[in-house]
């Protein structure tokens, strides 16, 4: 049979595999390099001097830092290892009663801000909460009659983030166990493996890489977080950050701090890469059939519905109904119209990063396809770094420069017209938004190549063969195909910035509040009740995306249906 060339004379018949620059090439590049800016900056001032702030730390906190900051990585890692790799195991190998509801129901943890669950948790178990007093009516005892542990220390702080962050290591955990092949199961089951020996032998190993990167995710938010361990009291490396920047007034000095935390996050990274060493885990078939699923009844089927239910159960309907019975308590006086200028904030600030997260990440995503040159992949490298970097640690980057910026600017205008500007760019809503941007992008960016790599290139070919240039066929083919996977970047990056706190904080125009920050300042001055309608509206704005993201993973599986 004869070939047809349908291509232009002297072009390659797909333009997804041409080579050289493009203007989606120099956005791509441009892109990366802006938002590797504020990262730029955080290691540039490893080098500045810093004074006697920086000795006064070493001498006096920074070891607190450090052993803290360990502690805290340790245990919310054992923490998450263990709910989320036995959770996603029993939803998707065993059958037991609500295995259905436990799938999806499992992720809503991860719609909870730490620092809501941990408001929630402090109002509880303290000595004037429910718990304690109930205890005290109960059996007749006084103060120095009983002992009940301190919810806020570092052993509340790992309580309540392993019970907020398990979600990440579950939701990938989950997804591994789904594409896995029946075949390998069934022939370690031939060979008289129990159960117990498929999942530690066959199972854990080939999902390994899934779980790793879970863990990844978790420890960074876990370095990240500011409300929970600052409310608690644990002195962490965003701690001190924060109170380096606006107590001791020393940029510098909180740069340094802040290219020390992110040295501890990218420890974490290369670690999970060196301990892979040379080791490698494939499925050795690319058949899927249904998954056979382990009948449990009796006790099993009971240990197992106690397993899914407890970590729901203490990760958000315990922490979310205390949460909702603070709301209503307080609903006359705090849901008022200065609340619905809080919502009205932090909508805005979420559906302006939502917008420009999701356009500039089809920019590169498509950039990537259309050109898949060393460049343009690296650029993406470098543009999905930021969700690694700690929000206290952006907020440093952006904010260093700015100001640097503004006083230029403001040197000039003086000068010149005796005239001064003020700030410009910092302490402004567009130093906020490029904050979150550098911090979500890869959220939309990963979503969106995700999408494009499911549009067969023999799609392009045709629209080419139409007359359509890339912009064209982007718009009429690729864009209708993957209008969902865009819908649910842009959730998950309004979710995301709904609950985002430390940069909130540091990077907030004056008198500029959103429902994070007026949660945490309220329970800050220990009014955790009034605190409750805005941590509860982060709350419910959070369950679609991650119910959706939920219904995303359990649809997963290859060849496969739900069953």
Request: charged residues 15%; contains cysteine; proline residues 5%.
């Amino acid at each position: 049979m004869s070939h047809i060339d349908l291509s232009f004379p002297g072009r390659p018949a797909s333009f997804t595999r041409r080579r050289g620059f493009s203007g989606w090439s120099v956005i791509a590049v441009i892109a990366a390099l802006v938002i590797a800016v504020p990262v730029l900056v955080v290691f540039a001032h490893v080098f500045v001097p810093s004074g006697e702030v920086w000795r006064h730390l070493a001498s006096t906190v920074l070891g607190r830092y450090l052993t803290n900051s360990f502690w805290l990585i340790l245990g919310v890692g054992a923490g998450t290892f263990a709910i989320g790799v036995g959770t996603a195991w029993l939803v998707t190998m065993c059958r037991f009663p609500g295995r259905r509801i436990f799938e999806i129901a499992l992720i809503l943890p991860l719609a909870v801000p730490t620092y809501a669950i941990a408001f929630a948790y402090a109002g509880l178990f303290e000595f004037a909460g429910p718990v304690q007093t109930a205890l005290r009516e109960a059996f007749g005892w006084s103060r120095m009659d009983y002992w009940f542990p301190e919810i806020r220390s570092l052993g509340g702080a790992i309580f309540v983030m392993t019970l907020v962050l398990y979600p990440y290591v579950y939701l990938l955990a989950r997804a591994a166990f789904l594409e896995q092949s029946v075949c390998v199961l069934e022939v370690a089951r031939t060979l008289g493996r129990s159960p117990w020996q498929c999942f530690t032998g066959i199972a854990l190993p080939l999902a390994r890489p899934a779980i790793a990167t879970g863990l990844a995710l978790a420890l960074m938010e876990t370095l990240a977080d500011f409300g929970t361990v600052a409310y608690f009291g644990v002195d962490t490396f965003t701690t001190g950050i924060y109170r380096t920047w606006f107590g001791l007034g020393n940029p510098p000095a909180a740069a340094q701090l802040a290219a020390l935390l992110l040295g501890f996050v990218f420890v974490l990274i290369a670690l999970e890469r060196l301990s892979r060493g040379r080791a490698r885990f494939h499925h050795t078939s690319g058949r899927y059939r249904p998954l056979p699923r382990f009948e449990l009844a009796g006790t099993r089927a009971g240990l197992a519905l106690l397993a899914c239910l407890t970590p729901l159960a203490l990760g958000f309907f315990l922490p979310g109904g205390q949460l909702l019975v603070w709301s209503v308590e307080t609903a006359d006086r705090m849901i008022d119209m200065r609340f619905l200028g809080l919502a009205a904030n932090s909508l805005m600030l979420a559906a302006i990063t939502a917008a420009l997260a999701v356009m500039i990440g089809v920019l590169i995503a498509y950039a990537k396809r259309l050109r898949p040159t060393w460049t343009i992949k690296i650029s993406a490298r470098v543009v999905a770094l930021g969700y690694a970097v700690p929000g206290s640690v952006i907020a440093v980057g952006v904010l260093v420069p700015l100001a640097w910026l503004d006083n230029v600017i403001d040197g000039f205008m003086r000068a010149q017209f005796d005239l001064s500007t003020g700030l410009i760019m910092s302490g402004t809503i567009a130093a906020l938004v490029f904050a979150y941007l550098v911090r979500f992008l890869a959220i939309s960016l990963n979503t969106v190549e995700a999408s494009l790599a499911k549009v067969t290139p023999s799609m392009d070919d045709a629209a080419r063969t139409l007359g359509c240039g890339p912009g064209k066929a982007f718009r009429r083919v690729h864009a209708p195909i993957i209008c969902g996977s865009l819908l649910t970047a842009s959730l998950l990056v309004i979710v995301d910035v709904l609950k985002e706190l430390p940069a909130t904080l540091i990077l907030r125009p004056f008198n500029f509040n959103t429902l994070a920050v007026r949660a945490y300042e309220l329970a800050a001055d220990e009014r955790l009740t009034d605190s409750a309608s805005s941590a509860l509206a982060i709350v419910v704005a959070g369950i679609l995306p991650v119910a959706l993201l939920s219904r995303a993973v359990a649809a997963s599986r290859p060849g496969g249906v739900r069953t």
